[in-house]
């Protein structure tokens, strides 16, 4: 079996778990501790520690890969929505290179996910252009053209109304935040998905993020166009996407 660690730095959450290259599984149990309050840089590298330490994997020399809630170019975090500003403009692949003493790869999170979902998941032989959007904290977005990811896509951060950010909006954190029902909620995000379905055309919408488990709920009162799917590997894909990149 061919394996490599996938680390997934959410808003709420940081997970990690060993892959199964061949097949995109998960080939041991997913850890998971809280992402520390205010997500400074130096407290999210102690968080990493921390899981990939549970997972036993700390002197490992396992591929590493790492994804990460931000606009990430040539290993920099140029944004950050749902963690410290101190992300933005940072050198945060050399930053968890030196503080792990490993090589590792550097991901944007939905990217990671989009990734998973199209190698071993929803999206697997899917011609043409899917959209992933993963529902979590915020909302991000994955764009593959013929399973060929383009990276660093923000649909999350497209305004609506008085929203600054759509996910404010319409993210899994604003139906908890307001005790949204599935139908209020599905309403919020009817007007997001036919707007960027406008925009863009997707040949399918794969949804990722936690709530995916509950897609049955949600998913079925949406009317739209295009194909919509709950992801495969659900709130896994981070993981699973960040040891495939690095496994490459």
């Known amino acids: ?9 959410g808003g709420t959450g940081i997970k990690a ?74 050198d945060a692949e050399r930053f968890f290179r030196d503080g792990l003493g490993r090589n590792i790869v550097f991901v944007n999170d939905a990217d990671a996910a989009g990734v998973a979902e199209a190698r071993h998941g929803a999206a697997r032989d899917v011609r043409g252009f899917t959209l992933l959007t993963t529902l979590g904290t915020g909302i ?53 998905y036919s707007h960027i379905e406008f925009l863009f055309s997707p040949d399918l919408f794969v949804v990722g993020g936690g709530v995916s488990k509950n897609a049955g709920d949600f998913l079925p009162l949406l009317d739209l166009k295009t194909p919509i799917v709950p992801a495969i590997h659900r709130n896994n894909s981070g993981i699973i996407g960040a040891a495939s990149l690095a496994g490459d």
């Open 1 to 9: 079996m061919v394996k490599a660690i996938g680390v997934d730095i």
């Open 17 to 90: 778990g060993i892959v199964d290259l061949e097949h995109g599984t998960m080939a041991s149990e997913r850890v998971r501790v809280p992402t520390p309050e205010g997500a400074a840089p130096e407290d999210v590298l102690l968080a990493v520690k921390t899981v990939l330490k549970t997972l036993n994997v700390h002197e490992s020399n396992l591929p590493l890969g790492v994804a990460f809630p931000a606009i990430v170019k040539r290993g920099m975090t140029l944004s950050a929505a749902n963690v410290s500003k101190k992300w933005i403009g940072f």
């Open 140 to 192: 991000g977005s994955a764009f593959l053209y013929d399973g060929v990811l383009l990276p660093n896509t923000e649909l999350g951060h497209l305004h609506y109304g008085e929203y600054e950010s759509v996910e404010t909006f319409a993210a899994t954190s604003a139906r908890e935040r307001e005790n949204l029902s599935w139908a209020d909620w599905a309403e919020r995000l009817q007007k997001f």
